[in-house]
Nanobody, 114 residues
Framework: VQLVESGGGLVQPGGSLRLSCAAS????????MSWYRQAPGKERELVAT????????NYADSVKGRFTISRDNAKNAVYLQMNDLKPDDTAVYLC????????WGQGTQVTVSS
């Protein structure tokens, strides 16, 4: 089982990025999947979750209205569309099962700076 995140980069405030999380060894639609982030010197923060049944989602207050989590069952992948990015969004972004977590991937760095 493995998770590989991609899509990060350097973006100016107000910009957008779309992160991808490719899963192997298990089926993402069978689990609630989440995006997390960890900034230097801070604890890991839960950003967004998409449930297995129905595909409903919820978000941290800090990203609500700006970020959207989605899932592509055919590609066995989870995505995070991030709009109106702010400097406080700078972090390494990682995905994992919301429960029954597996080994963390490397994550993808998102840097929001002018």
């Amino acid at each position: 089982v493995q998770l590989v995140e991609s899509g990060g980069g350097l973006v100016q405030p107000g910009g957008s990025l779309r992160l991808s999380c490719a899963a192997s060894g298990f089926t993402v639609s069978s689990y609630a999947m989440s995006w997390y982030r960890q900034a230097p010197g801070k604890e890991r923060e839960l950003v967004a979750t998409i449930r297995s049944a129905g595909g409903t989602s919820n978000y941290a207050d800090s990203v609500k209205g700006r970020f959207t989590i989605s899932r592509d069952n055919a590609k066995n992948a989870v995505y995070l569309q991030m709009n109106d990015l702010k400097p406080d969004d700078t972090a390494v972004y990682l995905c994992n099962r919301n429960i029954y977590r597996i080994t963390w991937g490397q994550g993808t760095q998102v840097t929001v700076s002018s």
